[in-house]
């Protein structure tokens, strides 16, 4: 079973930087795209950012020009580079892998943005 953990999550003041890694709990298969997600509370879940193996991304309007995504392939990691965080980026969040039909999920990491 392939398991996802993710770290790297915190508090945070506004404006402030934080970076997330998700990476699988032991050696696996090379992934397809891998992304965040994101679960605000009462609300849900939503895509932050995707990246395919190629290196091609994708992001959410809202973190447009403040978030980065990459992936390491050879570790088969992917990461978040969070800046000019805002308050309502106050949420967990979730790495997310595709490899075939098949989808895994990490446990989710919380980020809170608050002065």
């Known amino acids: 079973q392939v398991q996802l953990v993710e770290s790297g999550g915190g508090l945070v003041q506004p404006g402030g930087s934080l970076r997330l890694s998700c990476a699988p709990s032991g050696s696996v298969f090379r992934f397809d795209a891998m992304g965040w997600y994101r679960q605000a509370p009462g609300k849900q879940r939503e895509l932050v950012a995707t990246i395919t193996s190629g290196g091609n991304t994708n992001y959410a309007d809202s973190v447009k020009g403040r978030f980065t995504i990459s992936r390491d392939n050879a570790v088969n990691t992917v990461y978040l580079q969070m800046s000019s965080l805002k308050p309502d980026d106050t949420a967990v969040y979730y790495c997310?892998?595709?490899?075939?039909?098949?989808?895994?999920w990490g446990q989710g990491t919380p980020v809170t943005v608050t002065s």
């Open positions: 997310k892998a595709d490899r075939l039909w098949n989808v895994y």
